[in-house]
């Protein structure tokens, strides 16, 4: 019998059997040709034929220009590493685009200096830069190995595939079936599975690699052991001798695939000569591919030229313009066998040969995975390449670099501390599980009171992540007191995050002993050196609110937020402040004065910082703040655009929408299987969460959905849970609908609680809401001849502010009181205004109770049509809801870049949907779309 020889590979054979998978790649070539973008996940085990695949689409890319990044496992820690190579051809029109895109792109990529670019900031840069490259000539991207790409390039790369829509760009992952990623990063993006070839088409490829024969039996059971796996099959008969291909006698037991494949490797690695072996690894140790530098440390090793040949004629490696392996299963295997010296010696050969200027990231990487013990001047390096990394706002990458420091940390209290910043960024970086570790860790240190303060801090900022709320007011609190005899500026800032978070999240505020506990502690804590800072004044006015009750903060709080509406915005520190919790707390306290016009412009600029920022995150909830704030001034269509903007931003990003005032919006609307299915998913999140203020909201919300509704005994229920738990800013949004429901079902002990809290609030802040409010709730609570003078006064105070809504319903009540006291002809005036401006701002529910009462007067009431030209529902009802953001941007007067890095996407894609958007609403430009459009909040 002859001896059966393994034959050369082609194309054809790795792709034999995928006829079916090359038809989808086919179709998304077309549709990028079309003008169209395409995202896939190309996902099977280790050996399948993914890369094969990608081969074969980049062949077939006639017409396209393609671009290819490898995910690199040896380079899973260097920010950016992979979106940089995929985008390095094209960033001769970086200057092409918008300002603050370009800057986060330079600075994730080290062309400039700046401060650390917010990552979507960053993936917003890299769409518009594969949408500029896909103008010219449509664009194939293609990652491989994508479980090994470094976490920041992961995310980028996943958010621009979601945002892909009219841009001529296809972007192709192929992915591990076992990798964790593809659960995160690359969830709900379209999958082309590839599984093992079938059969016949397996028994053909196994054949054809042969030019004698092969025992039948012997090749049944290869297909059978392999499962059809195409590298398998071409591989695993290369370690088989002709004894066994003829007979079947001593075959490998069963092993894992992807465990056997590399022993296949290992052998044709082990039959190499040994400078051949050493030069392979050292290559394998290198993730640039750059046979320059590879060269230049063989050169170090010994290792001359002619040692690349073996390798290259066993089909291995290739060393030519740049270096490559023939699977990254052959990298994997030849770096670990390797021994642990080896290893070092070749990284050490790597970091000498690595130009320190141009890429001192990775030559500090080389040189601790050089390190055989403690070294200080690598840590050194190390720590410095965090700094670099986070500048960039790579903070996966700058946690590792500081965990690796700190393994290589002589000194133990300095080793600590580089654990504790290493926690810090892995918190930044949302790795909270690591985060904690590290903390351990570091508390087996020497024993540091600041350093102890700073775990703690850090311990109920990742419970606060976590939505622990309890844990984290406890664990602030505590490192609140540690700071107060180190640091009394830092004490006093802990103290207002451990209060505040604390009146957040308790249950049952007034009742909550442990928000009395740190509203305590805040006011003993020991003021910082110099003038009072805004948070230690609004740190004192909470404090206050909260053991001395509303009347005796209400000054101390007037004064924090006129501070808070001082403060300069642009400054950096005040920025960042007011992005995250500053914000936040000023609006509340400007509820809690029942100041509108504070609170909505404390909304609005909080929402355009986190715009102009990139701060995705806290743009959510600032969209959330100014949401409820346009609720009550009647806008919910402008509400409604901003819960849509939460939605398409936790979209975006993978986060869970903030959406807590969704409910509120629908709730007002008064559809009531649409708000009792949202109010009831509230309840549950908040009963599971153990969160009194969402609680709260949903209480809220009910009692205004069933007061529109007329069914005020439930009403009366919601509104009372929710203002018993006494939530902080949530008393001006529930106590008159307490009050009217308890008016209307006679429940004169919960009016009259609900009439003294508001006559203390009123007395004390003496704001047209609140008189407007006050003299409202009196009137239901009086049928004499006070009442009227009380509906009267109501309504001139609440005309005097934006509070639409509100004054609708007080319009609707004395509406209502009118026509049971006779007074048909005053009533039908009042319940005229009231259902005109229900209607017109969409408040339904409450609109047909003022229709239902208009009839009662014998008065008819003619439902709205469209006879007079439509109206702004009508207009937009056609379209999509990323045309109706797309068209009210641009009413707005925003161009097609302010509009694709508003809502994610391309300047091609916004140009598409306005296309879309004019032949709907039978316009042809920008200028006429305000006939058709309200005025957005915003602008």
Not at 535 to 542: E, N, P, R, S, T
Not at 555 to 571: C, F, H, I, S
Not at 748 to 758: G, H, K
Request: aromatic letters at 4%.
């Amino acid at each position: 019998m002859a001896t059966p020889r393994a034959v050369p590979r082609g194309r054809a054979v790795e792709l034999q059997g995928r006829r079916g998978e090359c038809a989808v790649l086919d179709e998304l070539l077309a549709a990028v040709r079309a003008g169209e973008s395409r995202a896939l996940v190309v996902r099977g085990e280790s050996g399948v034929g993914k890369t094969a695949l990608l081969d074969y689409l980049a062949a077939r890319a006639s017409g396209c220009r393609v671009a290819r990044a490898p995910g690199v496992q040896s380079e899973m820690e260097l920010a950016f590493a992979a979106l940089h190579q995929l985008c390095a051809p094209m960033l001769d029109r970086l200057d092409l685009l918008p300002g603050p895109q370009r800057e986060a792109l330079g600075t994730a990529f080290g062309i400039t200096s700046g401060p650390p670019p917010d990552r979507f900031l960053i993936g917003l840069a890299v769409l518009s830069l594969l949408s500029d490259t896909a103008g010219k000539m449509p664009l194939v991207c293609l990652i491989d190995d994508q479980q090994w790409l470094d976490r920041a390039s992961a995310q980028v790369l996943a958010f621009v595939a979601r945002r892909l829509d009219a841009e001529s760009v296809g972007l192709v992952f192929a992915v591990r079936a076992t990798a964790r990623t593809v659960g995160e990063e690359l969830a709900g993006l379209p999958v082309l599975e590839v599984a093992g070839l079938r059969e016949a088409d397996a028994r053909a490829l196994l054949e054809s690699v042969f030019t004698g024969p092969v025992d039948a039996r012997v090749l049944g059971r290869i297909v059978a052991e392999t499962r059809g796996n195409p590298l398998a099959l071409l591989e695993l008969p290369r370690a088989l001798t002709q004894e066994e291909l003829a007979g079947g006698f001593g075959l490998p037991g069963p092993a894992a695939l992807s465990g056997r494949i590399e022993e296949s490797y290992q052998r044709q690695l082990y039959a190499l000569p040994a400078q051949t072996r050493r030069l392979v690894q050292l290559a394998a140790a290198d993730p640039v591919g750059d046979p320059l530098l590879v060269w230049r440390a063989a050169e170090r090793l010994g290792i001359g030229p002619a040692s690349a040949t073996p390798g290259a004629e066993a089909g291995l490696v290739e060393f030519g313009t740049q270096v490559r392996f023939r699977h990254p299963l052959v990298r994997s295997m030849a770096y670990r066998s390797a021994s642990l010296r080896e290893r070092q010696e070749v990284h050490r050969a790597l970091a000498q040969a690595t130009d320190p200027l141009a890429d001192p990231d990775r030559r500090a990487w080389h040189l601790a995975q050089a390190a055989p013990g403690p070294d200080d001047d690598v840590a050194a390096e190390l720590e410095r390449s965090a700094s670099r990394a986070q500048a960039r706002g790579g903070m996966a990458a700058a946690a590792a670099f500081l965990e690796r420091a700190a393994l290589l940390t002589r000194e133990p209290d300095r080793r600590a501390q580089r654990l504790l910043a290493a926690a810090r960024a892995k918190r930044a970086a949302g790795a909270l599980e690591p985060a904690l570790g590290l903390l351990a860790a570091a508390d087996t240190g020497p024993r540091d009171a600041l350093r102890t303060a700073e775990a703690e801090q850090l311990r109920g900022q990742i419970a606060l992540d976590q939505r622990l709320g309890s844990d984290a007011a406890r664990m602030l609190l505590g490192a609140a007191r540690r700071f107060e005899p180190l640091n009394p500026g830092v004490a006093r800032e802990t103290h207002l995050e451990a209060l505040w978070e604390a009146a957040m999240l308790a249950g049952d505020v007034d009742q909550a002993g442990r928000v009395r506990q740190a509203a305590q502690a805040a006011l003993a804590s020991p003021p910082p050196p110099g003038p009072p800072r805004t948070v230690d004044i609004l740190l004192d006015a909470l404090a206050l609110r909260f053991t001395r009750g509303y009347a005796a903060a209400a000054a101390a709080l007037r004064q924090a937020l006129e501070l808070v509406l001082d403060v300069n915005a642009d400054a950096g520190p005040a920025n960042r402040w007011l992005l995250s919790s500053g914000g936040r707390i000023s609006q509340i306290i400007a509820v809690e004065l029942w100041d509108f016009e504070s609170w909505l412009a404390l909304a609005t600029r909080q929402a355009r910082l986190a715009r102009d920022a990139g701060a995705l995150v806290h743009r959510q909830f600032a969209l959330n703040y100014l949401a409820r704030a346009q609720l009550l001034s009647g806008d919910l269509a402008a509400a409604a655009l901003m819960i849509e903007e939460d939605h398409l931003i936790a979209d975006a990003t993978g986060n869970p929408p903030v959406s807590d005032t969704e409910v509120m919006v629908a709730a007002w609307r008064g559809r009531e299987p649409e708000a009792r299915e949202l109010i009831e998913a509230t309840a549950r999140e908040a009963a599971a969460r153990g969160a009194g203020r969402l609680a709260a909201f949903a209480g809220c919300a009910s009692s205004v959905l069933y007061n529109g509704l007329g069914r005020h005994d439930l009403a009366r229920d919601a509104a009372w849970q929710a203002f018993e738990r006494g939530q902080l800013g949530h008393g001006p949004l529930v106590v008159s609908e307490l009050a009217e429901a308890a008016a209307r079902t006679g429940d004169a002990a919960a009016a009259r609680v609900a009439l003294d809290w508001l006559s203390e609030r009123a007395r004390s802040v003496s704001t047209e809401w609140a008189l407007g409010v006050e003299a409202r709730v009196r009137a239901l609570l009086d049928e004499g001849g006070a009442a009227d003078g009380c509906y009267r006064e109501s309504i001139v105070r609440l005309r005097r502010t934006r509070l639409r809504g509100e004054l609708a319903r007080s319009h609707l009540l004395y509406g209502e009181w009118l026509r049971r006291a006779n007074r048909r002809v005053d009533a039908r005036e009042q319940l005229r205004t009231a259902h005109t401006m229900l209607e017109a701002m969409g408040i339904e529910a409450f609109a047909a109770r003022a229709r239902r009462e208009l009839l009662s007067t014998g008065e008819s009431v003619r439902k709205r049509t469209g006879d007079a030209g439509p109206d702004a529902a009508d207009a937009t009802a056609a379209l999509t809801a990323q045309e109706a953001q797309v068209a009210r941007l641009a009413r707005d007067g925003l161009s097609n870049p302010e509009i694709g890095s508003r809502l994610f996407i391309s300047s091609r894609t916004v140009q598409y949907h306005l296309r879309k958007v004019f032949a709907k609403l039978g316009i042809s430009s920008r200028g006429q779309l305000h006939r058709v459009l309200p005025i957005s909040p915003e602008h």
